[in-house]
């Protein structure tokens, strides 16, 4: 089964209200990464949290991480309809691996105006 | 400075034709990754180069695929014979450094085969 898997699969919400998704994967990690896609095209990287991390901010992002329960959380706070886009995590393993970031399926917001 | 850029933007090959995508990494990052994106789905790795190492391939599906990197630049996927499967949006990454770094996307090449 995939290294980080996204939960939901997809949320759909109102404008100003607060949007979580969640991802768990499976293995050890160095970090955990969200990257945010519009309409199919590249990702946008958002934050990275290390493993030595529970907590990080970013304007509007808080990202937290459990590494007991090998899961990590978005919170996007006071959304608005340009959030509306896939959001995926992505874990970076610890040194000696060759492919060091795998991305989970994502997860589809959208933000109703 | 310049992000990641790959062309074609859009590629529409007939089955059994070979097609060739590439990608030009941030100058510099030492990393790069090509990954493969159907629709509505995650992201497929495909193929990772490391400096002058030799690149992890254990993603590619098949034969068909293949990819390289000149001076440790710019990077091209080739897929042989494509098949109606092989469409997708085959997306670029580069990083500073390996280790998990944080990836720079291209916009991707959107392939479709008919």
């Known amino acids: 089964s995939q290294q980080g898997e996204e939960d939901p699969q997809a949320l759909s919400i109102q404008e100003g209200e607060n949007a979580t998704m969640n991802c768990s994967y499976k293995?050890?990690?160095?970090?955990l990464q969200w990257y945010r896609q519009n309409s199919g095209r590249g990702l946008v990287h958002l934050i990275l949290?290390?493993?030595?991390?529970r907590e990080k901010h970013s304007g509007r992002l808080r990202v937290t991480l459990d590494t007991s329960k090998k899961s990590s959380s978005l919170l996007i706070t006071a959304s608005r309809a340009a959030d509306t886009a896939s959001y995926f995590c992505?874990?970076?393993?610890?040194?000696?691996?060759?492919?060091?970031?795998?991305f989970g399926s994502g997860t589809q917001l959208t933000v109703l105006p | 400075g310049a992000g990641v850029s790959q062309s074609p933007s859009n590629k529409v090959t007939e089955k059994g034709k070979d097609v060739e995508l590439r990608c030009d990494p941030i100058s510099g990052h030492t990393a790069l990754y090509w990954y493969r994106q159907s629709l509505g789905q995650g992201l497929e790795f495909l193929i990772y180069f490391q400096g002058n190492s030799a690149p992890d391939k254990s993603g590619l599906p098949s034969d068909r695929f293949s990819a390289e990197r000149t001076g440790g630049s710019v990077s091209t996927l080739t897929i042989q014979r494509t098949q109606q499967e092989d469409s997708a949006v085959y997306l670029c990454?580069?990083?500073?450094?390996?280790?998990?770094?944080?990836?720079?996307f291209g916009p991707g090449t959107r392939l479709t085969v008919t």
């Open positions: 293995t050890s990690i160095n970090n």
């Open positions: 949290i290390r493993s030595n991390e």
């Open positions: 992505a874990t970076g393993s610890p040194r000696g691996s060759a492919r060091q970031l795998t």
């Open positions: 990454a580069s990083s500073i450094t390996s280790g998990g770094s944080k990836q720079y």
